[in-house]
């Protein structure tokens, strides 16, 4: 299961948690715009008593340059219509690499938090991809893997629904998605606004916002 | 074009140097059994007047474990009938990076040196596999790639004979193929036999054992 530490995955990784008797989870370190993330990925693996792998990944920075990897302003780029924070093939490397660490571990299911709706135009979200993916990497190294993406069709709103429905709301606290790397959440980057929608529609009031809890020691009892 | 230094990739790169205008070379210093093997891609990048970008990739040592990077011997895995040298879903990942440099530098084609022929067992190293790449990649960045493996149905024999039909033969001495990582050739691991029986049945000389032309400088010019 690949968890980032944002708002999504973290709903996937409860998800997984439902539906699989043994859970993993793997986390990237690739020079994201804020270690903040990684600071939460680690805390929500620990109150979930999952395994946590987390992978350096200095490969990214030597290919290639974006903003969601340093501190250029997030724009939309003329030429491809695609948001200067598209990292091309970041969530191919992701899922291959760890289909090479579930190899190892004889796990055939890999979990991925992205969706489709509400994205910014990443092709590497999108159903056909994964499903190009999830036969390139069966093929490639002979293992009958499975790619689940339980928020593909998600909007915002149903994620947050879906969290609810797990028992994973209180959670949701834990987690980072602000552009900024702010906390409390900053409240006006596209990230923000856009999770700030998305428990509004859903008439849910975000737990990250409630300093108090934020604070606090975190559970240490996973839901039922 | 991904060099690694042996005799297969760089006879790919002569495939490509005469196939496409623009040729770029990248390799991958990810922990292989022989450092010896990245000093014949630079040698081979500079000889070839090629642009190398080299790749440090500490991430497979970070997943998996086993002969081709480290000093385990050699042998077939029982359980999946792979030889203990398989990288799970390293061709994958390899590819998958290629493609992301690529895409910046608006470079649709890859070209790889795997064959289906004298290979070891490795799944990646199949037509299937590379055409599901070559799909998931396309998907994956929007952008339309082609994987090129113009060895891919050839024995060594072949290659050889393909070489020397580029005038790429000469070019074969300053290549790697020993698992042992000896220079000369050790001519006694299953590297270079099979690379040994190639050249026998092409009824050619390998210009690796010639050590006068090895020690000398290598030839600025490209074949013609």
């Given at each position: 299961m690949l968890l980032s530490g944002g708002q999504d995955s973290t709903t996937a990784l409860f998800w997984a948690l439902q539906r699989f008797d043994s859970v993993e989870v793997i986390t990237f370190?690739?020079?994201?715009?804020?270690i903040r993330e990684l600071d939460c990925a680690a805390q929500i693996a620990k109150i979930a008593h999952v395994p946590q792998k987390i992978i350096t990944l200095d490969v990214l920075s030597q290919l290639t340059s974006n903003a969601m990897m340093s501190d250029h302003p997030i724009e939309i780029?003329?030429?491809?219509?695609?948001?200067?924070?598209f990292v091309p093939g970041r969530n191919l490397l992701f899922v291959t690499l760890a289909a090479t660490y579930a190899y190892e571990r004889k796990m055939p299911n890999i979990v991925i938090g992205v969706s489709?709706?509400?994205?910014?135009?990443?092709?590497?979200?999108?159903e056909e991809t994964l499903k190009s993916l999830e036969k390139t990497i069966t093929l490639g190294m002979a293992f009958p893997f499975m790619i689940h993406a339980?928020?593909?069709?998600?909007s915002k709103q149903e994620t947050v629904l879906l969290a609810k429905d797990l028992g994973?709301?209180?959670?949701?606290?834990?987690t980072h998605t602000c552009y900024k790397g702010e906390s409390p959440p900053c409240g006006l980057c596209p990230a923000c606004q856009l999770r700030a929608k998305g428990f509004e529609v859903a008439g849910i009031v975000d737990p990250i916002y409630d300093q108090t809890r934020q604070r606090s020691?975190?559970?240490d009892i996973l839901p039922q």
């Amino acid at each position: 299961m690949l968890l980032s530490g944002g708002q999504d995955s973290t709903t996937a990784l409860f998800w997984a948690l439902q539906r699989f008797d043994s859970v993993e989870v793997i986390t990237f370190n690739y020079g994201q715009r804020h270690i903040r993330e990684l600071d939460c990925a680690a805390q929500i693996a620990k109150i979930a008593h999952v395994p946590q792998k987390i992978i350096t990944l200095d490969v990214l920075s030597q290919l290639t340059s974006n903003a969601m990897m340093s501190d250029h302003p997030i724009e939309i780029n003329k030429e491809s219509q695609l948001p200067t924070t598209f990292v091309p093939g970041r969530n191919l490397l992701f899922v291959t690499l760890a289909a090479t660490y579930a190899y190892e571990r004889k796990m055939p299911n890999i979990v991925i938090g992205v969706s489709q709706v509400d994205y910014s135009g990443y092709p590497d979200c999108r159903e056909e991809t994964l499903k190009s993916l999830e036969k390139t990497i069966t093929l490639g190294m002979a293992f009958p893997f499975m790619i689940h993406a339980p928020l593909l069709y998600k909007s915002k709103q149903e994620t947050v629904l879906l969290a609810k429905d797990l028992g994973a709301l209180d959670y949701m606290a834990y987690t980072h998605t602000c552009y900024k790397g702010e906390s409390p959440p900053c409240g006006l980057c596209p990230a923000c606004q856009l999770r700030a929608k998305g428990f509004e529609v859903a008439g849910i009031v975000d737990p990250i916002y409630d300093q108090t809890r934020q604070r606090s020691n975190p559970p240490d009892i996973l839901p039922q």
